[in-house]
C-alpha cells in the first residue's frame, strides 16, 4: 500500500515526500528494501517492476533516463 501510494500521488513534490516516509519507515527493517526505494521509486513504475510501456525496450530506455 505504500508503494502504491507513491505512485498514486498527485505531484512530484508529494512523492518524494512519500518516497521519504517509506525509506525512513523501512530502513532498520529491511534495510536493502529502502536502498531499492531511493533509487527505483523516483523514476516511475516501469522501473520499479511494473511493465506499462508498450514494449520492454521502451521501458529500459525510460529506466535510464533516454528521453528525446
Known amino acids: ?10 505531484d512530484h ?3 518524494k515526500r512519500l518516497i521519504g516516509r517509506f525509506v525512513k519507515t523501512y ?3 529491511a534495510p536493502k528494501l529502502a ?7 523516483p523514476r516511475g513504475p516501469d522501473c520499479a517492476g511494473s511493465a506499462r510501456t508498450s ?3 521502451a521501458a529500459h530506455q525510460q ?3 533516454d528521453r528525446e
Open 1 to 10: 500500500a505504500d508503494i502504491r501510494a507513491i505512485f498514486n500521488a498527485p
Open 13 to 15: 513534490s508529494e512523492a
Open 27 to 29: 530502513e532498520t527493517s
Open 35 to 41: 536502498t531499492w526505494a531511493e533509487t527505483a521509486l
Open 55 to 57: 514494449t520492454p525496450a
Open 63 to 65: 529506466c535510464r533516463g
